[in-house]
């Protein structure tokens, strides 16, 4: 009986994960544009064109900027030797960051459970096990998430970071020759290590606490000659750090304004992770009884601690760091199905978790209006689905690599992914010295009551060639001397050439 159980556990997640593939490769086609896809489509574009000094991806400035990553670096390169269009390049990364994050989960599974059922249930619960309500966030691996940052810097840091955990669990194993923790692994381990804070700094910090916890948790306890060549790759991994030449790592420290935007991370946690608390929190309970230093208990409580350590403090920012308390939770809560000791026990858990991952699945299921049209998914489903933005494809045949654009926020997150700049950054941007100033210069070109007199200043101090604007936005009136319209975009928007 308990076979045949195991058998239709493991048909059941190898078909179920392996739809969830397909789904996200047709996403990839699709490419849906919302959130930061605008800078690093950006940050390719001046890659492209500037490889060794690009400037500010966002505003005509020579400034370092965080996104030059070892990862961007290289689809940079990619973009300029082949020629391919950034969304290419972007859908390459796509492929990549996705089959990283695969691969990574089944490589660190492995390292705790030889069920072959284990990898695709894994997967199942990273993407499912959520909450009742929806939650997208770049470095988190909910489906909707997923299918909205399949090709940003996140997923593919995310997935390094499965591989970095399951190579520092086989090198502190020793198993066989080459998986000792010698000293080409730690530093190789090192440097790895390194390249996903560099990529994406926030699922850096998650890496690191999973990382620790695997250290922690290593039985036996490694050797302090194991202890010194960790220390040594360590060593190295801040070497790398201290010397990349894009952007100053530890500079990164110091960044402030980022508070109001993460706050949200600590509302409605329930609705959005409370799926993964039930399931996940009962097995995380049921490790730690038989191990006080179980690596995936030490991991959820490291990202737990620093999680309400932001939310205490107001340093709300760190809350990033809750995937480091959400993946083993969710990680555990796969594993247990193979792990809990009496059978009928371990009926009635698979039972309550594939509850909560059907629940998941409804939850996210207007993911499939990415890639089945709207009017062909049952009303509910559709009624799920959140459309992407549109993009400025329309403006880029007159708009060209370079010229200056004045354009709110919202504008000013897209625009730049087609080569041109905006006056302001669409984005916080930490080695703008003038950020303030430019943003304060949009508010007072939009603004009501603004002169003309000054907002031709603010056009002319800018090098602005053009004008992007929604009908009520405010700036020059339509029929001024210094504009000429050149074109209109979707929901009226209007695009102005500047004159002289």
Known sequence: MRVATNAVIRRAAWAAAALVLVLLLLVIVRLPWAGDLGIHAATIERLRHHLADPGNPLVDADTPSPYYSPWMLLLGSLAKVTGLGTFVVLRVAALVGLGLLVTGVIHFVRTFSARRAAPPLALLCLVLLWGPALFN?????????????????????????????????????????????????????????????????????????GGLAMVLGARPWPSRVVLVRLGGGLVAGLAVLALWPY???????????????????????????????????????????RDRRDP????????????????LTGRYSWGRVLPAALIPAQLAAALAVFEVGRAGVRRAFAGVLGAALLV???????????????????????????????????????????????????????????????????????FLPDQEERIA????????????????????????????????????????????????????????????
């Open 137 to 209: 966030w770049s470095g988190f691996t909910g489906l909707n998430s997923l299918a909205l940052t399949i090709s940003y810097p996140s997923t593919f840091a995310l997935g390094l970071s499965f591989h970095f955990w399951a190579l520092l669990r086989k090198a502190l194993r020793g198993r066989g020759a080459g998986w000792d923790a010698g000293w080409g692994m730690c530093l190789g381990l090192g440097l790895l290590w390194s390249v996903i804070l560099l990529s994406h700094q926030f699922t850096g910090v998650v890496a690191s606490c």
């Open 441 to 500: 210069a949009v508010r007072d070109y939009f603004a009501a009551g603004t002169p003309r007199a000054e907002r031709l200043d603010i056009l002319r101090r800018y090098g602005v060639r053009w004008v992007v604007e929604y009908p009520g936005d405010g700036g020059l009136g339509a029929d001024d001397s210094a504009l000429r319209r050149a074109g209109t975009g979707p929901k009226g928007q209007v695009l102005y050439e500047v004159r002289g």
């Open 360 to 430: 998941g699945a409804w939850t996210q299921a207007g993911t499939l209006g990415y890639v089945v049209p709207r009017d062909a998914l049952p009303a509910r489903v559709a009624a799920k689905y959140k459309p992407p933005w549109p993009g400025y494809n329309w403006l880029a045949p007159k708009v060209k690599y370079g010229d200056v654009v004045m354009a709110k926020t919202f504008p000013s997150r897209q625009i730049p992914a087609y080569g041109p700049y905006t006056v302001a950054p669409g984005y916080p941007d930490f």
């Open 296 to 311: 995936l208990v030490l991991f959820f409580l490291l990202g737990a601690a620093m999680f309400a350590a932001g939310g």
């Open 247 to 289: 952007y100053s790592f530890f500079g990164l420290f110091g960044a402030g304004g980022l508070e109001q935007i993460h706050r949200s991370l600590y509302r409605d946690l329930l609705p959005h992770f409370g799926l993964a608390a039930l399931p996940g929190g009962v097995a995380l309970a049921l490790r730690w009884r």
